[in-house]
Each structure stands twice: as structure tokens, then as C-alpha cells.
């Protein structure tokens, strides 16, 4: 089973940037398709996106098409998640997730975001 480490997090005023990562152990993670969610205070975890073991299909939120973009490095076992164009709704904890046996799980401990007005 593999074990995800997310990183990356901070403090960033609205228009900003950031780059989320996930590191993984375990050399199954190129197997896996990936995926990324977010949890606000007091709000239910809601997917960001979604990418598959090759890169070669990604999905995305409505909500944040257009201004993140996930990638992933199967050589070094990390997938990527870039936040462009940061609001105040974006603020959340991040996590990162495999899909194993048709569920998202090992999940991380997450990163937390905040974008100020």
C-alpha cells in the first residue's frame, strides 16, 4: 500500500501561487491514479482533480479549471499540484490520494492553504 506525504502549503494573497506536492513511498504509485482534494472549515471534502498513472488523463473541478494544473513524476514518485490565480474560497487543507480497489485512500496528513483578500 503506498504511503502520500503532502507538502507545499502556506499563507499567499489572493492572485497568488503555489505548488503542492505529494510525495509517495512505494514503487506502486505509477500504478495508481492520483488524486487531489481540499477541505474548508466546516465544509465536506470535495475532489479537485484527478489524474491517471500516465499522465495522460487529468480531471479537474469546475471550480478551479483553468488556474490548477496537476502533474505527476513516476521517476521520483511525486505528483504536483499548481495553483495559479489563488482566491479566498481556495483556502482549505489539500490532500492527495491514491485510488486502490475503486476508493480514493492513503491519505496524507494534507497542507494547509491560505489565500488572503
Known amino acids: 500500500q503506498v504511503q502520500l506525504e503532502e507538502s507545499g502549503g502556506g499563507l499567499v494573497q489572493a492572485g497568488g501561487s503555489l505548488r503542492l506536492s505529494c510525495a509517495a513511498s512505494?514503487?506502486?504509485?505509477?500504478?495508481?491514479?492520483m488524486g487531489w482534494f481540499r477541505q474548508a472549515p466546516g465544509k465536506e471534502r470535495e475532489s479537485v482533480g484527478a489524474?491517471?498513472?500516465?499522465?495522460?488523463?487529468?480531471w479537474y473541478a469546475d471550480s478551479v479549471k483553468g488556474r490548477f494544473t496537476i502533474s505527476r513524476d513516476n521517476a521520483n514518485l511525486v505528483m504536483y499540484l499548481q495553483m495559479n490565480n489563488l482566491k479566498p474560497e481556495d483556502t482549505a487543507v489539500y490532500y492527495c490520494?491514491?485510488?486502490?480497489?475503486?476508493?480514493?485512500?492513503?491519505w496524507g496528513q494534507g497542507t494547509q492553504v491560505t489565500v488572503s483578500s
Open positions: 490520494a491514491a485510488l486502490q480497489g475503486g476508493n480514493f485512500g492513503s
Open positions: 512505494g514503487r506502486s504509485f505509477s500504478s495508481y491514479t
Open positions: 489524474i491517471n498513472w500516465s499522465g495522460g488523463s487529468i
